[in-house]
C-alpha cells in the first residue's frame, strides 16, 4: 500500500520541515488538502502556499481541491508544483473541462466521490482520468471515523475499470490507519491517505512502515 500523509494534521507554522519528515519517514506521496470554506465548512491554505513548500521533498504532491469552482484555480495549483490534482465530482465546475485543463497541464487527474455519491457516478469519466479518491469520511476535517462501508464502492470502481481494462489508481481518504487499512487493501485501495494516524505517531517513520506493509 502506497501511504498519502494528510498535511492537514501537521503543524503549520514549519510545513516545510513536517514535509521533510515525512519524506524521511518514508511517505509515498504529499496529501495537500485545499478547502474554501464555502465547498466544505474549514478553509486551509491555497497555492502560494504549495509553492513555498514544494522544494522540500521530491515525492508526488497530490492536490485534493474541496472547492467549489476548481476549473477557476488549475493553473495556480498547476504552477505551484501540483503532480496529482484531484477535484470533487459534486463541485460547480464543468467536469469534463476541469479534467481536460489538468491534463493539459500535464498533471495527473483525479475525481472524489464524497460518501453520499455512489461510485457510478464516476463511471462516465473512467476513461479520461488517472485516478478516484473515494473519501471514507466526510470531507472538511481530519481525525473523523472511517466509513467502511465506502468499500463496495472501491470494489465497484475497480470491477468497473478491470472490465475496460482501465489501469485506474484508486485512493482513500479519512480515517485510516491501522485498524482500518486491511479494509482498503481487500476492498483494492492502492494509495491511502492517513493524516492524524501518521502526524499524531510518536514514531512517523514506523507508523508508515506499518501501513505500507498491507
Ligand atoms: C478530510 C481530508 C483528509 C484528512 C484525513 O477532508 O480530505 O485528507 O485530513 O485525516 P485523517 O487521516 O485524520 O482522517
Ligand atoms: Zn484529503
Known amino acids: 500500500m502506497k501511504i498519502a500523509p494528510s498535511l492537514l494534521s501537521c503543524d503549520f507554522s514549519v510545513m516545510g520541515q513536517e514535509i521533510e519528515r515525512m519524506d524521511k519517514a518514508g511517505a509515498d506521496w504529499m496529501h495537500l488538502d485545499i478547502m ?85 457516478a464516476v463511471f462516465e469519466y473512467l476513461d479520461k482520468i488517472d485516478l478516484v479518491l473515494v473519501m471514507t469520511v466526510e470531507p472538511g476535517f481530519g481525525g473523523q471515523s472511517f466509513m467502511a462501508d465506502m468499500m463496495p464502492k472501491v470494489k465497484a470502481i475497480r470491477d468497473e475499470a478491470n472490465r475496460r481494462g482501465l489501469d485506474i489508481t484508486i485512493e482513500a481518504d479519512g480515517g485510516i490507519g491501522e485498524a482500518t487499512i486491511a479494509q482498503c487493501a481487500d476492498a483494492g485501495v492502492d494509495v491511502c491517505v492517513a493524516g492524524t494516524a501518521v502526524f499524531r505517531a510518536e514514531d512517523a517513520a514506523k507508523a508508515i512502515a506499518a501501513l505500507q506493509k498491507y
Open 36 to 120: 474554501d470554506g464555502h465547498f466544505v465548512p474549514n478553509i486551509t491554505f491555497g497555492a502560494p502556499v504549495i509553492k513555498c513548500v514544494r522544494k522540500y521533498t521530491d515525492k508526488p504532491f497530490d492536490v485534493h481541491l474541496m472547492i467549489t469552482d476548481p476549473l477557476k484555480y488549475i493553473d495556480d495549483f498547476a504552477d505551484s508544483g501540483a503532480d496529482i490534482i484531484t477535484f470533487h465530482i459534486e463541485c460547480d465546475s464543468d467536469i469534463d473541462k476541469t479534467i481536460e485543463k489538468i491534463k493539459s497541464r500535464g498533471i495527473k487527474a483525479g475525481l472524489v466521490i464524497k460518501p453520499k455519491t455512489p461510485a457510478e
